[in-house]
């Protein structure tokens, strides 16, 4: 089994930065904006892995994917917020 990298053919990573957008304008403050983003990648990988029966190692295989999509969505998000001057 390989890791799955999209959700309904949308990349995971834009997912999370869409889903912490919501959150933050729903209050959560924009200091955790990265920590939830890392926290939604874990959840989407592992439950990705629980739904496809994954194999241990495999286990460790998606929640550093997760990890990286949390960090790649928050990374994404922060150089597009110095691109617009914010």
Same mark, same amino acid.
């Given at each position: 089994?390989?890791?799955?990298?999209?959700?309904?053919?949308?990349?995971?990573?834009?997912?999370?930065?869409?889903?912490?957008?919501?959150?933050?304008?729903?209050?959560?403050?924009?200091?955790?904006?990265?920590?939830?983003?890392?926290?939604?990648?874990?959840?989407?990988?592992?439950?990705?892995?629980? +739904?496809?029966?994954?194999?241990?190692?495999?286990?460790?295989?998606?929640? +550093?994917?997760?990890?990286?999509?949390?960090?790649?969505?928050?990374?994404?998000?922060?150089?597009?917020?110095?691109?617009?001057?914010?």
């Amino acid at each position: 089994m390989e890791a799955q990298y999209t959700i309904g053919g949308i990349p995971i990573a834009l997912v999370i930065i869409g889903l912490v957008n919501e959150a933050k304008k729903a209050g959560v403050p924009s200091q955790f904006a990265g920590l939830l983003a890392i926290l939604l990648g874990l959840v989407f990988y592992t439950v990705w892995s629980a +739904l496809a029966g994954a194999e241990p190692m495999v286990w460790f295989t998606n929640i +550093l994917t997760g990890i990286l999509a949390g960090l790649a969505a928050s990374g994404g998000y922060d150089n597009i917020q110095t691109l617009k001057g914010e």
